[in-house]
């Protein structure tokens, strides 16, 4: 094991720079913006140049260990803050720093005309620190620093607008429901110790291998949990949407590139735990299974296009989380669709947010069309994007959704024909909704508001969005090529290439299965959006109108969880005047009415008192008397 | 001569001290019941000294006779006092602490 002494920069410097922003206040607000983006990219520099390093030493001392210092030193439990930088971890710095640098250079443009931007990018930087010391602890414990670090950024970016009260709400949701899943981390966290004795990734590793299984399971279903709850799964997923109230920016990075991956991090991160837990391994196929068709509906029949690429992300993640619940097999793939995702649909947010920039924020699809004409360049790279997604060769998603849905068709029997039927239906359904999007807003006629002049967006915005458009190209072809990303993790995820054996449909089979699928959405978008009326048609399906309001999710949750919360609550309200004051209360009326009987005797008649001594003394003699007698 | 006829005396002066604290308003007749009281207890000192035949219920009963003699000095400043202020020497009068 390589020891480095870089790594803590990697989390020091945003940290700092957005400690600085936030403590400087108005004095910065001439140069914070370029200052965080500086700082973002010194970021990636570092990490490209231990990228460069790592390549540079052979197999086993590949990972990188930091020690900052000895955090927590209590009876058994040893916690130190130490960093590890492997070939998992790498993957990720680079995708934070690299499309958080290219974020942050699209929002100097984005945000030029907010009041708020040097708050803005303080908030970006922290979540940037959050996120690669998530990526980076070398323990559950120090992935929690990060785990609730990232929380609180996308709190406080979706809130970044907070005067608008559904904003504030929306990042309310987000937090809460956020929190059921980090109660699972916690008790992961826990469960770990209370069977290893220890929380660090190489403890647990070499204690999972003589642990019982149901402990096993235990440890996977919560993690499951926390990441369900992070990455927008089945049944935490209904924040997602809301999220969307934050900047564009935050949109693309947070809640579309990073940290709703964090989830898909975390399960790979334990695959020590799920591959020794078949019943974990499948409660995570049943959830990405159940999530990926969930977005991808929900998707058909959003009208606002941030929401509908919302909808497309908690669907590509149900990819990568079902990839995940495959064993050894899959992680490298879920970590390839997880790379080139982070491409393409941050470019196509940027691209969302390129055209609500020229269209005075609007989101209203139904009051887009033809915008392709006058910007070009972004119904370029969205488009680009968009052919990413739909996995049509040799783009990006080609080479990582097909490994996905192959490996679900490989995973044998009746599990393997569900889980690639579920996918291959996925995709088609990806297909239909991401068409929709490209029709509706970039051809057919005009329906824009009468004040919109869309212009295409200024350089600083146009060109991350280039970038990240040759990323949708490329990555997928640059990863898969001599199967490099599968060789590289190998270390990480003990995949041993026993399974290609068992083949259950060939590769080239599987890959035209889903072009035709794909074909088939594509079509049946086109036909259906030949002509698109400005308000939304009433009278749809009953399925439209289920995925209008999100298949119901948050009527589900408010009949389940709220009102029976807001029940006990008040019920509890009632309990605490009633009965718990009622009984403090009588019993100062007791005192009180005792108290005013005795008060009588204070007459203030000497006579009486003297009475009352006399009485007094008569009474203790007698009972001196009778005791002794 | 019978002890018990001096115990009997004592009792009587104390149970007619007692009585006068209690029924009567005149602080001076208030003051001078007191004084039997403690006369009737120095009564039982001497009979009971008497009886068991040396001095310490004699001594017990100067000690007494001092002790009287102060309250004498402060409860007489008192009354006095209280005469002159409110001009009257009624134990009723003077009830103000109360609730």
């Given at each position: 094991m390589h020891t480095s002494t870089n790594l803590v920069y990697l989390i020091a410097l945003p940290l700092f720079s957005a400690a600085l922003l936030l403590i400087l206040g108005r004095i910065a607000d001439k140069w914070g913006h370029i200052f965080a983006t500086l700082i973002s990219a010194a970021v990636f520099l570092i990490a490209g140049i231990e990228f460069f390093a790592m390549q540079g030493r052979s197999g086993e001392s590949r990972a990188a260990t930091q020690k900052i210092f000895e955090w927590i030193s209590v009876g058994t439990l040893h916690v130190d803050a130490s960093l590890l930088l492997d070939q998992l971890s790498i993957c990720f710095v680079l995708l934070i720093s690299?499309?958080?640098?290219?974020?942050?250079?699209?929002?100097?443009?984005?945000?030029?005309?907010?009041?708020?931007?040097?708050?803005?990018?303080?908030?970006?930087?922290?979540?940037?620190?959050?996120?690669?010391?998530?990526?980076?602890?070398?323990?559950?414990?120090?992935?929690?620093?990060?785990?609730?670090?990232?929380?609180?950024?996308?709190?406080?970016?979706i809130g970044f607008w907070n005067q608008k009260p559904a904003y504030a709400t929306a990042a309310k949701k987000a937090f809460v429901a956020n929190r059921v899943g980090d109660v699972g981390l916690s008790l992961a966290i826990m469960i770990a110790f209370t069977q290893f004795g220890t929380v660090t990734f190489a403890g647990v590793k070499a204690g999972a291998s003589g642990a019982s299984t149901g402990a096993l399971t235990a440890i996977g279903a919560m993690l499951l949990l926390a990441a369900a709850g992070k990455s927008?799964?089945?049944?935490?997923?209904?924040?997602?949407?809301?999220?969307?109230?934050?900047?564009?920016?935050?949109?693309?990075?947070?809640?579309?590139?990073?940290?709703?991956?964090?989830?898909?991090?975390?399960i790979t991160r334990s695959n020590f735990i799920f591959d020794a837990s078949p019943t974990a391994q499948l409660m995570v196929v049943i959830v990405g299974a159940i999530t990926l068709l969930f977005g991808a509906l929900i998707g058909t029949a959003k009208d606002d296009i941030k929401k509908a690429l919302a909808a497309s992300t908690m669907s590509q993640i149900g990819y990568m989380i079902l990839a995940t619940g495959l064993g050894p097999v899959g992680y490298a793939f879920a970590i390839m669709h997880l790379l080139t995702h982070g491409f393409f649909k941050a470019g196509m947010f940027l691209g969302a947010g390129s055209v609500m920039h020229g269209m005075n924020d609007e989101v209203n699809m139904r009051r887009y069309g033809a915008i392709g004409k006058v910007m070009p360049i972004t119904a370029a790279t969205f488009g680009l994007g968009y052919l990413a997604i739909l996995g049509v060769p040799p783009f990006a998603g080609f080479y990582s959704k097909d490994k996905i849905i192959e490996t679900a068709f490989n995973a044998g029997g009746v599990k393997g024909i569900l889980l690639g039927g579920a996918t291959l239906l996925g995709a088609a359904i990806t297909a239909f909704y991401m068409t929709r999007v490209i029709v509706l807003t970039f051809t057919g006629t005009k329906r824009w508001d009468e004040k919109a002049h869309p212009h295409e967006s200024p350089f600083l915005m146009w060109a991350p969005m280039a970038v990240l458009a040759i990323g949708s190209v490329a990555s997928g072809f640059l990863l898969s090529s001599g199967s490099a990303l599968v060789n590289w993790l190998q270390p990480v995820v003990n995949e041993n290439h026993e399974h290609h054996a068992e083949e259950f449909l060939p590769p080239l089979v599987v890959s035209t299965m889903?072009?035709?699928?794909?074909?088939?959405?594509?079509?049946?978008a086109?036909?259906?959006?030949?002509?698109?009326?400005?308000?939304?048609?009433?009278?749809?399906?009953?399925?439209?109108?289920?995925?209008?309001?999100?298949?119901?999710?948050?009527?589900?949750?408010?009949?389940?969880?709220?009102?029976?919360g807001q029940k006990l609550t008040s019920g509890l309200v009632i309990t605490d005047n009633r009965v718990i004051d009622g009984l403090v209360r009588s019993i100062g009326w007791v005192i009180q009415t005792i108290a005013a009987a005795l008060r009588s005797i204070q007459n203030g008649y000497v006579r009486s008192y003297a009475l009352i001594m006399v009485l007094g003394v008569l009474a203790l003699v007698t009972a001196i008397w009778m005791v002794t007698l | 001569m019978d002890i018990s006829n001096y115990i009997y005396l004592s009792?009587?002066?104390?149970?007619?001290?007692?009585?006068?604290?209690?029924?009567?308003?005149?602080?001076?007749?208030?003051?001078?019941?007191?004084?039997l009281m403690l006369n009737a207890a120095n009564l039982a000192f001497v009979t009971f000294s008497r009886v068991h035949g040396n001095l310490s219920g004699q001594v017990a009963s100067f000690f007494t006779m001092v002790v009287a003699a102060c309250e004498v000095v402060v409860g007489l400043a008192i009354i006095v006092t209280i005469y002159r202020s409110r001009r009257s020497a009624s134990v009723d009068d003077a009830s103000l602490l109360k609730r």
């Open positions: 690299g499309v958080g640098t290219l974020i942050h250079i699209y929002s100097i443009a984005y945000m030029s005309h907010d009041h708020d931007r040097r708050r803005f990018f303080a908030y970006l930087n922290l979540f940037i620190a959050a996120m690669l010391l998530l990526v980076l602890g070398d323990s559950y414990l120090n992935l929690y620093v990060g785990w609730e670090g990232v929380g609180l950024a996308s709190y406080l970016l927008a799964q089945f049944p935490l997923q209904s924040w997602l949407g809301d999220a969307m109230a934050g900047p564009t920016p935050v949109s693309a990075l947070i809640h579309a590139a990073t940290m709703v991956t964090a989830g898909v991090y975390l889903a072009l035709v699928v794909v074909a088939i959405g594509v079509a049946f086109v036909l259906k959006y030949r002509t698109v009326p400005v308000d939304a048609p009433a009278n749809v399906s009953v399925f439209t109108k289920a995925a209008r309001k999100d298949l119901y999710q948050d009527s589900f949750n408010e009949a389940v969880f709220m009102r029976p | 009792a009587l002066l104390f149970t007619i001290g007692a009585i006068g604290v209690v029924v009567r308003r005149n602080a001076i007749v208030v003051f001078m019941c007191v004084e």
